[in-house]
């Protein structure tokens, strides 16, 4: 009988190639332009008696403005609203408002009805400049094309997944001698509590640590492998699926809301774009409902553990905490922006370039530069007079902190841009990698609006990819090139013109 090949080494048909502007994600223009006369409307009329009643009515404003602007999007199908730039403006809201649809009696107790109107005054100008910059990239083909569509079989996927598993977790298992049972009873602990947290300024040691960044690359991969499970074996998808579990517990465990959401999200994206066209949509259905409970419930829970850690949460049960700590509370970032306008710049001046110029730097590690700045000449916790704890704005209360309104709107609209622009990596004909790629930038653009100083770190992994993905590519093309010279050498060369054979 006729041997057959594995499907990844058949040949590919060829395909009619899509015209970018059939196959882009994007934005519709009319429904950024609803959503931002919305915003405008609700800063234009926003009031009330109290901090929440501020605090709710833009709340309610500014969704309904953002869904009129997904239900323009939703015209050109689901798969249009799987863009960076809707991911990074439900994170923001998220982030700023969205507690607010609900009671927040403490929240009147904390901050002046006038504070309030400015917070709010700052983060809606947030929204105007994320809509407006995700318009204005326009470049007329895909980027790196070439890399983001090229084919490798699944085996090196899943060398790639484990890898990355084993290199994002290494600095944490040689803090406990590879003691994985150790290193699972510390994930339990306290926030900054472990063995392997870094000191404030690092030294060489602490290199090791950035190759914690390999964790985010998990979760899509996971996304990519289980949405073309027909390609691998139930032994592989096994596996996969019990170190994609260990990374979500691990984000989970950690307390960091955030981090947690974007394991779940970059998973959740890559998923759904690696599926295949044909493939059931009840699937798709199942992992964002389970997905979206798991948000919901990480919220809530995760809240109450995060200082004291999971062990004794489950040991000795909720502590006594704040008030505002019952029920919905995300962050009150809109009390920390409020109380940022009562300093700057009537009590300091505005920072300048200095906020984006330590946001730029960041990744770099001390140990490469010893000179490196520290900080900011004035932290968020210095000036708003506490210690111990650290403070959460949202990218705005920093933008804000560097030049006002119009340093939000100027880093909104960057972005806003970055956003629009990473749209158009996108592209049905992408690789298993190149769908790697993509999906690993939402964590950039979702991280990035909690805090602009996360964006350059929250870009590494998505250089790891990119980068890895050239060297596969090399790799390949290299051996290309020796099968061929191989073939050359062995084929026999033609008789020179005029040549005597040599028998008779």
């Not at 977790?169 to 947290?197: G, I």
């Not at 190759?211 to 979760?219: K, Q, R, V």
């Not at 066209?277 to 919901?296: D, H, N, T």
């Not at 992994?461 to 050498?489: E, H």
Request: glycine share 8%; aromatic share 14%; proline share 7%.
């Amino acid at each position: 009988m006729p041997t057959v090949s594995p499907a990844y080494q058949r040949p590919v048909p060829p395909v009619a190639r899509p015209r970018l502007a059939d196959m882009q994600l994007r934005p519709d223009p009319v429904g950024t332009g609803i959503a931002i006369f919305g915003i405008l409307i609700v800063m234009a009329t926003v009031g009330g008696q109290v901090p929440t009643e501020l605090a709710h009515y833009a709340a309610i404003g500014t969704g309904f403005s953002l869904l009129a602007s997904l239900a323009f999007d939703l015209r050109r199908g689901i798969l249009n609203l799987i863009r960076a730039d809707v991911m990074a403006l439900l994170a923001y809201y998220f982030l700023t408002l969205f507690e607010f649809l609900l009671p927040q009696k403490a929240f009147n107790l904390m901050i002046s009805v006038n504070s309030t109107h400015n917070a709010l005054n700052i983060a809606l100008l947030g929204y105007v400049g994320l809509l407006i910059g995700r318009h204005i990239p326009q470049p007329k083909k895909q980027p790196f094309e070439k890399v983001l569509t090229w084919e490798i079989p699944p085996p090196m996927l899943i060398l790639i997944f484990w890898g990355a598993l084993f290199l994002g977790y290494l600095y944490m298992l040689l803090a406990v001698n590879f003691d994985v049972m150790k290193m699972v009873n510390y994930f339990m602990d306290a926030r900054f509590s472990q063995p392997w947290q870094r000191s404030k300024f690092g030294d060489w040691k602490a290199l090791l640590n950035e190759l914690g960044l390999f964790i985010y690359l998990i979760p899509p991969l996971a996304g990519v492998i289980f949405a073309r499970r027909q390609r691998f074996g139930k032994f592989a998808l096994f596996t996969i699926f019990i170190g994609y579990l260990f990374t979500l517990f691990y984000g989970f465990s950690g307390g960091t809301r955030n981090v947690f959401a974007t394991y779940l999200v970059t998973f959740l994206i890559a998923y759904v774009i690696a599926r295949p066209p044909e493939a059931p949509k009840r699937g798709i259905i199942i992992i964002c409902l389970v997905s979206a409970l798991a948000m919901y419930f990480s919220t809530i829970y995760m809240l109450k553990f995060r200082n004291i850690g999971l062990k004794n949460f489950i040991l000795y049960g909720e502590p006594a905490g704040d008030p505002h700590e019952k029920g919905l509370f995300v962050d009150y970032n809109l009390y920390a922006i409020g109380k940022l306008t009562e300093v700057f710049p009537s009590k300091h001046a505005y920072l300048g370039l200095e906020v984006p110029y330590n946001a730029i730097i960041r990744p770099i590690p001390r140990a490469l530069w010893k000179n490196k700045p520290q900080g900011l000449s004035i932290s968020i916790e210095d000036a708003l007079g506490v210690s111990g704890l650290t403070i959460a704005t949202s990218f705005s209360g920093e933008a804000y902190m560097s030049g006002g309104l119009f340093g939000v709107l100027t880093i909104a609209i960057l972005f806003g841009m970055y956003n629009g622009w990473w749209n158009y990596l996108s592209s049905p004909r992408n690789s298993e990698l190149g769908i790697l790629i993509y999906a690993s930038g939402f964590f950039a653009a979702v991280i990035s609006m909690r805090s602009l100083f996360e964006f350059t770190t929250a870009l590494m992994p998505v250089f790891a990819s990119f980068a890895l993905t050239v060297y596969v590519i090399n790799v390949a093309a290299k051996k290309v090139v020796a099968i061929r010279a191989n073939r050359n050498r062995n084929r026999p060369l033609p008789p020179r013109p005029g040549a005597r054979p040599l028998h008779r």
